[in-house]
């Protein structure tokens, strides 16, 4: 099994800043790829960043040039810089990784539990 740990939401003012991070734990051969998700009331969830395995990544329209997504793969640990937040970033935001257990093993998609992000002055 896999646990995904998730910090650093909270309350912050339009036009403030929060660092998200998430770090992986227990069985891991390899983390394909990491990312965030987000969902807002009343709407489906939605991919913000995606991090893979190797460097690239992909990042929402909508975060473009204000969000940043990073990893440490010593640590396991993914990371969300969101700058510039505006009202409509608010959501829970979800932590998401891609795992094989070993190295022929299935690829396994984990979710953390969630971090509330609110924007709001």
């Known amino acids: 099994q896999v646990q995904l740990v998730e910090s650093g939401g909270g309350l912050v003012q339009p036009g403030g800043s929060l660092r998200l991070s998430c770090a992986a734990s227990g069985r891991l051969f390899s983390i394909d790829a990491m990312g965030w998700y987000r969902q807002a009331p009343g709407k489906q969830r939605e991919l913000v960043a995606r991090?893979?395995?190797?460097?690239?990544?992909n990042t929402a329209d909508s975060v473009k040039g204000r969000f940043t997504i990073s990893r440490d793969y010593a640590k396991n640990t993914v990371y969300l810089q969101m700058n510039s937040l505006k009202p409509g970033d608010a959501g829970v935001y979800y932590c998401?990784?891609?795992?094989?257990?070993?190295?022929?093993?299935?690829?396994?998609?984990?979710w953390g539990q969630g971090t509330q992000v609110t924007v709001s002055s």
């Open positions: 991090s893979v395995q190797g460097g690239s990544t």
């Open positions: 998401n990784a891609e795992v094989r257990a070993t190295p022929s093993a299935q690829r396994i998609a984990y």
